[in-house]
């Protein structure tokens, strides 16, 4: 009794507040969809608890419950299709990303190679540009009216250069805006790898490249398989390249549940599929987290690290080309969404037939009301993620709770298509029926970005010293008012740089804004979506345009904001 009483003070309620919004919108969905992949229809676990005719229906369909959709995952074809092709997938665009990225970081890292600043900017692109705008960039270029298509049969080849519309296409394109993802950890390896080693080896008279491979490469190892796991997550839970891309006759795990939910409303069959997804991705995760555990890849030396560039001509311009081809690819992707956006027509040839900026006048008169959804559901999803984070990260280093801290890396392990069937069928019904509503979209949103603020704000924390806010406890002022009034104006640097990096990440947002977001509050990323679909594609490039600009606009700013606090 005593205990609960000390419980009841204005921080005891916030944390119990803040246990309760992870317990109803993240806990239980999972185990909803859990339990839903046995009785293969909704589950109703809010309604259950204050309706006993709810609860009834609840206990008799555990009664029925079945294991025929985990049976299906190996005796269905199309489920074990579908998760065979997105390991493989995943696999083959890890291992390409990582045999490009090793001469790209290396001739950043390491190098003189000629233009690294700028080929350092260009590679910062991918990162700006959803994978659903990529894949529609693809189109553009390789399609049977593609003009990329074009200059390859005008050299006398035959049918496609690429057909986008393919395993190889989906691959490719994850390939070339997902290589940034392990690009600059590479760097990073490579920066920090011990230069003392090659020297002596060197001195020893080995050869440039006999030292690169025996000595340089082995000491980014560890880093490389690192970032193949992340690459691989990446890959396997990417939901905008293959719902663009991907032809009726190739299963993908994200596509077949997207599919299984949106289009024949199989709940059991959506259900297993997420409970696959989460399942791997949570694997991938544990290997990254095993693999890097309690593991030092440094190297001792006494002297200072002094790198010395290599200025090898003939390497440094060999890097420099090599770079240049691999970040030409999504320039020239993004420049083919531009000039289509206003173009008046553009089929067969290399370039259109006129040009045009009514397409953005009809998106500023018609479409006006998905770009304020945009930034309208990313400022809600902002300042929940704010309000959270906050406590969260006060929750996590003064009191040392390790459960919130695990609570908050969830998101990170759950695909995005994963996470939102999950929603659907959790608050699909009375007296929490939030599907299809601006709220569940924002809640959606936030709990998907909230690791990044998380991260953020923790790290900002640490460093505010505990005895400034005991000082204001022992004048008198509460926890929680000392929480707000001192220590939260002090994580301000945190939370700014933390909140940029959630409102780009959720205008961007594609999986759960297919997958949720009602007509009335569709943001920019459904309807682009649903502009190709209907073969409206003027309107999907200008649009996409807008929403790439918009973010490349905020990621200025966060730069600009990070170099000022620097």
Known sequence: M?????????????KFLIYLFFIM??????????????????????????????????????KSSTLD??????????YLDALLNSLFLSFIVSIVVLLICVPISYGIARTKMPFKKTISALCTIPLIV???????AFIIMFGRSGWATYIYQSMGGDGLLLDPYSFTGIAIVQIFFFFPYALWPMVAAFKISDVSLEEASRNMGAKSWLTFITVTFPLVIPGMLSTALVIFAVSFSDFGTPIILAPTDLNLLVVSAYREISGF????G?????????????????????????KNYDSVSGKPKQVKLNDNKLLTVSLSVFSGLVVLVPLLAMITVFIQSIATTWGKDPL???YTLAHYKTIFTSSLGNIQNSVVLALGALILSIIVATFVSYFVVRQKSSTLDFMTTIPLIVPGIAFGIALIQTFNAAPLQLTGTAVILIIAYSIRRLPYMVRSTVGTMRSIKADIEEAAVNLGASTLTAAITIIGPLMLPGIAAGSILVFITVIKETSISILMAPAEWAPMSLAIFQNILRAEYYSAAAMSIILVVLVLVLQGIANWFTRKQS
């Open 352 to 354: 259109p037939t006129g």
């Open 130 to 136: 959803p994978t659903f705008i990529s894949g529609y």
């Open 69 to 78: 959709n985990f049976r299906a995952v190996f005796s269905n074809s199309n």
């Open 270 to 294: 959506a259900a297993i599929l997420t409970v696959i997804m989460i399942a791997v991705a949570g694997f991938v995760f544990w290997l990254q987290h095993l693999f890097s555990k309690g």
């Open 265 to 268: 409303f199989n709940w059991g």
């Open 2 to 14: 005593k205990r609960f009483k000390k419980s009841l003070t204005g921080i005891g309620i916030v």
């Open 25 to 62: 919108f993240l806990i239980i969905p999972l185990i909803s969809v859990f339990l839903v992949s046995f009785t293969d229809e909704p589950i109703n676990l809010f309604g259950s608890l204050i309706s006993l005719d709810t609860l009834q229906t609840t206990i008799a369909q555990f």
